[in-house]
């Protein structure tokens, strides 16, 4: 019977991998409690006198999770015993006992049940986990004295917070990491139509944090996911109104992307019509691009900090008061980040729908409190950039909204002079 089961690619790896500390970081509905439990399983019929223990949500969970291990036992044509038993206050433990000493206990989470066992352990879902950082304290130790003892973690995210978050994001070496999207494992064979789960969900937020694993934290975020989807469309076109649209420019060289955004103002909203990223492109490269794009807007912006500093400098020579360079500063970033965040409340701005990186940048950007008291708007440096799209588009609005052109003035002293003349 065991031959009916099909693990797919990724399953396999996790299986194969006998690292002591193991964590999974793994979309919704891709079999991550299907995988740890049969480890724990074969692991348990492999070694005499094994303990599990297993950590769940809640005891609906922890049920389900001892469901799964008793069918893994009767497809492996295993003997063994599971019952349920009262354990702390009413909560109930579901246990399996195998004949050869091994045991895997169920239990609900929380710090209290956590305590007293000497097992290897697994974590299912542990980012919804409550009280996190006191169900690791207590349940870690029963690791300590047995070197072939294991831990084992496994979620879909929940936040920029909790003890799962940071033992994916600063758990150190010690930590063997599986991450499967949804695209990872529909690639390696998982029978689902990603497009179909997505349009069902309607929810780009959910989507975006369930099925592709993006730690999604609205309390720190300067621009939350719901502004920046509400402000999605079909707004990228080749053609603008050139004396209605404007031009922000965020330069990078070699870590950083450049990116060129144009802003067309369409009755009282901004449209983005153009959204270009160079990526590690000579200056000379980037020089041409600026130049192309400058006579087809009525005012321009450029990031001016640094390496930027000799592009804004030639353009603004080139095409004068139509150009405007800027230099990034603590007070320059907060009213460039505040006028930007002000447009999305008030439903000034339209963005390009389903632009991943652009939705990543703008979310990317936080408020930040130094120990100074200065306040800081800033984001982490990634492979996709430094919030480089943030700060183009702020740079864009800025050229729409503090407008700026050539002084015109005429003479009026000779026509006074003729005056006072004739009167004599």
Same mark, same amino acid.
């Given at each position: 019977?065991?031959?009916?089961?099909?693990?797919?690619?990724?399953?396999?790896?996790?299986?194969?991998?006998?690292?002591? #500390?193991?964590?999974?970081?793994?979309?919704?509905? /891709?079999?991550?409690?299907?995988?740890?439990?049969?480890?724990?399983?074969? !692991? $348990?019929?492999?070694? =005499?006198?094994?303990?599990?223990?297993?950590?769940?949500?809640?005891?609906?969970? $922890?049920?389900?999770?001892?469901?799964?291990?008793?069918?893994?036992?009767?497809?492996?044509?295993?003997?063994?015993?599971?019952?349920?038993? =009262?354990?702390?206050?009413?909560?109930?433990?579901?246990?399996?006992?195998? =004949?050869?000493?091994?045991?895997?206990? #169920?239990? &609900?989470?929380?710090?209290?049940?956590?305590?007293?066992?000497?097992?290897?352990? %697994?974590?299912?879902?542990?980012? #919804?986990?409550? !009280?996190?950082?006191?169900?690791?304290?207590?349940?870690?130790? $029963?690791?300590?004295?047995?070197?072939?003892?294991?831990?084992?973690?496994?979620?879909?995210?929940?936040?920029?917070?909790?003890?799962?978050?940071?033992?994916?994001?600063?758990?150190?070496?010690?930590?063997?990491?599986?991450?499967?999207?949804?695209? @990872?494992?529909?690639?390696?064979?998982?029978?689902?139509?990603?497009?179909?789960?997505?349009?069902?969900?309607?929810?780009?937020?959910?989507?975006?944090?369930?099925?592709?694993?993006?730690?999604?934290?609205? /309390?720190?975020?300067?621009?939350?996911?719901?502004?920046?989807?509400?402000?999605?469309?079909?707004?990228?076109?080749?053609?603008?109104?050139?004396?209605?649209?404007?031009?922000?420019?965020?330069?990078?060289?070699?870590?950083?992307?450049? %990116?060129?955004?144009?802003?067309?103002?369409?009755?009282?909203?901004?449209?983005?019509?153009?959204?270009?990223?160079?990526?590690?492109?000579?200056?000379?490269?980037?020089?041409?691009?600026?130049?192309?794009?400058? &006579?087809?807007?009525?005012?321009?912006?450029?990031?001016?900090?640094?390496?930027?500093?000799?592009?804004?400098?030639?353009?603004?020579?080139?095409?004068?008061?139509?150009?405007?360079?800027?230099?990034?500063?603590?007070?320059?970033?907060?009213?460039?980040?505040?006028?930007?965040?002000?447009?999305?409340?008030?439903?000034?701005?339209?963005? =390009?729908?389903? @632009?991943?990186?652009?939705?990543?940048?703008?979310?990317?950007?936080?408020?930040?409190? /130094? &120990? $100074?008291?200065?306040?800081?708007?800033?984001?982490?440096?990634?492979?996709?950039?430094?919030?480089?799209?943030?700060?183009?588009?702020?740079?864009?609005?800025?050229?729409?909204? /503090?407008?700026?052109? &050539?002084?015109?003035?005429?003479?009026?002293?000779?026509?006074?002079?003729?005056?006072?003349?004739?009167?004599?």
């Amino acid at each position: 019977m065991a031959s009916k089961v099909r693990l797919l690619p990724y399953q396999q790896r996790w299986l194969r991998d006998e690292s002591r #500390f193991k964590i999974g970081l793994w979309a919704r509905q /891709t079999g991550k409690s299907f995988t740890v439990s049969l480890e724990a399983v074969m !692991d $348990s019929m492999r070694n =005499p006198r094994r303990t599990w223990v297993f950590l769940s949500r809640g005891e609906r969970q $922890s049920l389900e999770l001892a469901e799964k291990a008793q069918t893994h036992l009767r497809f492996l044509q295993a003997a063994h015993e599971r019952f349920s038993e =009262p354990f702390e206050a009413g909560v109930t433990q579901h246990r399996i006992e195998l =004949p050869n000493g091994s045991r895997l206990i #169920f239990l &609900p989470a929380n710090p209290d049940t956590a305590r007293g066992y000497t097992a290897s352990v %697994v974590l299912d879902e542990f980012a #919804f986990h409550r !009280d996190s950082h006191a169900i690791w304290a207590a349940l870690y130790p $029963s690791i300590t004295r047995y070197p072939d003892l294991k831990v084992r973690v496994v979620s879909t995210p929940n936040g920029n917070r909790g003890k799962f978050y940071e033992l994916w994001h600063h758990g150190g070496e010690v930590w063997s990491r599986h991450r499967v999207t949804i695209w @990872d494992a529909v690639q390696e064979g998982l029978p689902v139509n990603p497009q179909e789960l997505r349009e069902g969900l309607a929810d780009d937020l959910a989507w975006a944090q369930e099925y592709e694993l993006e730690f999604v934290d609205e /309390t720190t975020a300067f621009i939350p996911y719901e502004l920046i989807l509400a402000a999605e469309g079909d707004t990228l076109q080749d053609a603008w109104n050139q004396e209605a649209s404007f031009l922000g420019v965020d330069i990078g060289r070699h870590r950083d992307l450049t %990116v060129f955004v144009v802003l067309e103002r369409v009755g009282d909203v901004y449209w983005v019509r153009l959204l270009k990223r160079l990526h590690r492109a000579p200056f000379a490269e980037q020089e041409r691009e600026l130049h192309a794009l400058l &006579p087809r807007v009525a005012r321009a912006c450029i990031d001016a900090t640094g390496m930027g500093e000799m592009l804004a400098e030639n353009a603004r020579r080139a095409f004068g008061w139509r150009v405007e360079p800027v230099k990034f500063s603590l007070p320059v970033k907060a009213d460039l980040a505040q006028a930007l965040r002000l447009a999305f409340e008030d439903r000034k701005l339209r963005i =390009p729908a389903r @632009d991943l990186a652009l939705r990543n940048a703008l979310h990317s950007v936080k408020r930040v409190v /130094t &120990p $100074s008291g200065n306040v800081r708007y800033d984001a982490e440096r990634s492979e996709q950039g430094h919030a480089d799209e943030f700060w183009a588009l702020a740079l864009a609005l800025h050229a729409a909204e /503090t407008r700026r052109g &050539p002084v015109e003035y005429k003479s009026v002293l000779r026509r006074a002079f003729a005056g006072w003349k004739g009167a004599l």
